[in-house]
């Protein structure tokens, strides 16, 4: 996941597109999947979507 993330984030930064991560609820749950999502790294300045699922935990 960690690889097309970044690989995701190196063609979003090159071309100055948006991106939105999956899930979220996935790097809360399983911490160790986390540094998956962690592509801000790579993407200083581009939009960032991301979906927190937050109706799940209630």
Do not use: D, P, W
């Not at 930064?13 to 991106?19: E, K, S, V």
């Not at 939105?20 to 801000?40: C, M």
């Not at 581009?46 to 799940?56: D, M, Y």
């Amino acid at each position: 996941m960690k690889n097309i993330n970044f690989c995701s984030g190196k063609i979003v930064q090159t071309h100055n597109l948006a991106i939105e991560l999956g899930l979220q609820r996935v790097a809360i749950e399983k911490t160790e999947l986390a540094e998956t999502f962690n592509i801000r790294i790579i993407i200083l300045y581009i939009l960032l979507f991301a979906n927190s699922a937050s109706v799940q935990f209630n």
